[in-house]
């Protein structure tokens, strides 16, 4: 059975940075695209980030782009989120994702998904 728990979450001030990790377990995920969304209140779930474990092919939304940058350390089954320069803007609750083959910017195709974790920005 496919895990995912997120952490790394919490509060911070505009323009400073958060490293958000995605623990993945229950199987082999050489074959599986793996997504950060984020879900303000009120809000639909929405695309951040997403990257192939293999070969690393990775995309951004156009909100974060040159700010976040999404990577994996496939020894550790980990996918990380390195949030920088962060505005009040970005907060939500960050999840990972995880779907078998290709990525998508849509969450209605991930079929795995962890609890989520709280990033809080400050103005």
């Known amino acids: 059975q496919v895990q995912l728990v997120e952490s790394g979450g919490g509060s911070v001030q505009a323009g400073g940075s958060l490293r958000l990790s995605c623990a993945a377990s229950?199987?082999?995920?050489?074959?599986?695209?793996m997504g950060w969304f984020r879900q303000a209140p009120g809000k639909e779930r929405e695309f951040v980030a997403n990257?192939?474990?293999?070969?690393?092919?990775?995309d951004y939304a156009d909100s974060v782009k040159g700010r976040f940058t999404i990577s994996r350390d496939n020894a550790k089954n980990t996918v990380y989120l390195q949030m920088n320069s962060l505005k009040p803007e970005d907060t939500a609750s960050y999840y990972c994702?995880?779907?078998?083959?290709?990525?998508?910017?849509?969450?209605?195709?991930?079929?795995?998904w962890g609890q989520g974790t709280q990033v809080t920005v400050s103005s």
């Open positions: 990257i192939m474990w293999i070969p690393g092919s990775r």
């Open positions: 994702a995880a779907r078998p083959f290709g990525v998508t910017r849509n969450p209605g195709d991930y079929a795995y």
């Open positions: 229950g199987r082999t995920f050489n074959n599986y695209a």
